[in-house]
């Protein structure tokens, strides 16, 4: 069972950054696909960026290219997400998961096998 804990969530004004931080523990199978997703008020799950740790890969979704960085340490067995040039648009509830499969064929936020219990990302205008 792969532990997933976030953190790295606050307040802040628009056009600022945060990092967030995704911890995992108990890894049974030598890749992950690890994800970050968002739930804002009001709004459906969605995803905002994913990494395969096998191959270092990494996808973004349209609104987080050119403003989002998913990075991994593998010796800290940490996933980051850097944002920057946050907007209020961006303030959402935010989730780290992971799954031992390809990240290609996971269609869906509700594929994924473990979930962090999410940090809170507040952006004022």
């Known amino acids: 069972q792969v532990e997933l804990e976030e953190s790295g969530g606050g307040s802040v004004q628009a056009g600022g950054s945060l990092r967030l931080s995704c911890t995992a523990s108990?890894?049974?199978?030598?890749?992950?696909?690890m994800g970050w997703f968002r739930q804002g008020p009001g709004k459906e799950r969605e995803a905002v960026a994913f990494?395969?740790?096998?191959?270092?890969?990494?996808h973004y979704v349209d609104f987080a290219k050119g403003r989002f960085t998913i990075s991994r340490d593998a010796a800290k067995n940490t996933l980051y997400l850097q944002m920057n040039s946050l907007e209020p648009e961006d303030t959402a509830l935010y989730y780290c998961a992971a799954d031992h499969k390809y990240c290609s064929d996971l269609r869906s936020w509700s594929e994924y096998r473990y979930w962090g219990q999410g940090t809170q990302v507040n952006v004022s205008s």
């Open positions: 108990n890894y049974a199978h030598p890749s992950y696909c």
């Open positions: 990494l395969y740790t096998g191959s270092g890969d990494t």
